[in-house]
């Protein structure tokens, strides 16, 4: 059973901080891993894809790989009350695989 | 706007009923997957489909649901005989190819409510 592990939170962090959000993941052979950012009652927009060991940025965002752990991360720099959601780490196992694999996401709040 | 898109987006539906849920992939894209998302629970892989073909439907309960990917049209999520725990959001999602290199697009979401 391939699991992906996320902590439910909520995760509470003041306006202009870094929020640090984690997921580990079952798979030893994944091979690419997404973060989504889902509103309530909204659907997951695609914030970021991270393929390769290390670190990723775009804009105010950076996805962290580390296979040899099994971890991903995704860094939210000067976090604002609109990034207040829940983020869903996704994992796709790679060949031979088609689907993706969600955590149940954490829960981002963002205080003023 | 040339995203997923999706319709109904809220749907009721009585038991017993059948539901039908339809799904427009992003312009370009031909791979389309179906998620299921319960209440507190997260997305939960149900069925991929390219254009008349069922590729995997290793998530699909074995009863009720089927799913399709018509040469023309949208592609359609159809649940039979509906039940109360199918209550939930379904999702769709389109990707221009197929592997782990690929971005999967999330439409707004269906959501079925059985009363």
């Known amino acids: 059973q391939k699991e992906v592990e996320q902590n439910s939170g909520p995760l509470s962090v003041p306006e202009g901080a870094i929020a640090s959000l984690n997921c580990t993941y079952s798979?030893?052979?994944?091979?690419?891993f997404f973060w989504y950012r889902q509103y309530s009652g909204k659907s997951p927009e695609l914030i970021m894809f991270?393929?390769?060991?290390g670190d990723k940025e775009d804009g105010r965002f950076t996805a962290q790989l580390n296979k040899a752990s099994q971890y991903v991360s995704l860094l939210i720099r000067d976090s604002q009350p609109s990034d207040s959601a829940t983020y869903l780490c996704?994992?796709?196992?790679?060949?031979?695989?088609?689907?993706?694999?969600f955590g149940k996401g954490t829960k981002l709040s963002v205080i003023p | 706007n040339a995203g997923v898109m999706q319709n109904p987006r809220h749907l009721v539906r009585r038991r017993g009923q059948e539901a039908r849920l339809r799904c427009s992939p992003m312009?370009?894209?031909?791979?389309v997957y179906w998620y299921r998302q319960l209440p507190e629970e997260g997305l939960k892989f149900m069925v991929y489909?390219?254009?008349?073909?069922?590729?995997?439907e290793s998530g699909m309960p074995k009863e009720r649901f089927s799913a399709e990917f018509p040469k023309e049209g949208p592609s359609i999520l159809r649940i039979q005989q509906v039940v109360r725990g199918d209550s939930a959001a379904y999702f769709c999602?389109?990707?221009?190819?197929?592997?782990?290199?690929?971005?999967?697009?999330f439409g707004p979401g269906t959501r079925l409510t059985v009363t």
């Open positions: 999602a389109s990707s221009p190819g197929q592997g782990p290199n690929y971005e999967q697009y």
């Open positions: 991270i393929y390769s060991n």
């Open positions: 489909l390219q254009k008349e073909n069922i590729i995997d």
């Open positions: 312009k370009g894209h031909s791979h």
């Open positions: 996704a994992v796709h196992s790679g060949a031979g695989s088609y689907q993706l694999t």
């Open positions: 798979d030893r052979g994944s091979q690419s």
